[in-house]
């Protein structure tokens, strides 16, 4: 019998019990939806199907699919916590993120990180572990490995613009695509971004004057190049999109409101 990381039980859950891999699931979030980029790991997380993702000193984690440990759920943020090493010690360090971070269930700025103990990023838990652990793949099956590919469908919503035109927006890992009809139109992963936080705001509210989304949350929540984002950054990047999107006679899709923000115009479904 080989026993779960955590404790003496028999693991069942990839490296861990069934106890311990229920104690940190998340509805919504698929294996296939977390992936590391590290090369060169030296410690491990661990999610809920028990699956060691590699990391090491000075990981990035974030919904961003470019950062070191991505966690494509709508909770975290693009670039949530770092993980560094203080001398012999680890420590997580959150990155202003909007849902904040927690380990064994306080929320902390920076926190050292004992072996074992659970991290909640958003919506999104693991354990820490400071040794590398064999990576393996994620359990197959129903409920747990949609999409298949990386490369498939993470986030999806269809829009219908005050114009009556429906609109399929699809994720991918390195962007997204918008559908109209027979056209379609490919987006760059910070421009998928702000659809998919405006069509969030907009299903989270029920008073549509509600759904505006500040400058400042967009900056926050999507990876700009320039590390004190501003309005013109967060400007910019909304007309980008809207020159993207009258190319399919969509630029009616993003309302501003001087002051207050952006929100997504129509019907989300």
């Not at 590391?36 to 993702?53: C, E, N």
């Not at 004992?114 to 354990?127: E, M, P």
């Not at 559908?179 to 910070?190: D, N, Q, T, V």
């Not at 989304?213 to 967060?234: G, P, T, Y």
Request: a neutral charge; one cysteine or more.
């Amino acid at each position: 019998m080989v026993a779960c990381l955590l404790c003496s039980s028999p693991r069942s859950i990839g490296a861990l019990c069934t106890s311990h891999g229920v104690a940190i699931a998340t509805p919504g979030i698929t294996s296939e939806q977390i992936f590391s980029r590290v090369q060169t790991p030296t410690a491990s997380l661990i999610d809920a199907w028990g699956v060691a993702h590699a990391i090491s000193d000075g990981s990035k984690i974030g919904r961003d699919p470019r950062v070191d440990l991505a966690v494509l759920h709508a909770s975290v943020s693009s670039e949530h916590a770092a993980l560094k090493v203080d001398g012999a010690r680890w420590q997580i360090v959150d990155n202003s993120s909007r849902n904040g971070t927690e380990v064994e269930g306080a929320r902390v700025t920076t926190q050292d990180l004992a072996s074992g103990a659970t991290i909640r990023l958003g919506d999104v838990k693991f354990y820490f572990w400071p040794d590398t652990l064999p990576k393996m793949e994620p359990p197959r099956g129903s409920g747990r490995t949609a999409p298949t590919r990386r490369d498939e469908l993470v986030f999806s919503a269809k829009v219908t613009t005050p114009r009556g035109h429906l609109l399929d927006l699809r994720q991918r890992v390195d962007g997204g695509v918008l559908r109209i009809g027979e056209s379609s139109i490919e987006l760059a992963a910070m421009e998928f971004g702000l659809l998919q936080l405006l069509v969030e705001r907009r299903r989270s509210v029920t008073d549509p004057e509600l759904a505006y989304v500040a400058w400042h949350e967009i900056a926050d929540a999507l990876s700009f190049r320039s590390v004190q984002a501003d309005s013109e950054n967060v400007r910019e990047l909304v007309h980008r999109v809207r020159r993207k999107l009258a190319s399919v006679q969509a630029d009616d899709l993003i309302e501003s409101k001087r002051g207050v923000g952006y929100r997504l115009a129509g019907e989300t479904g």
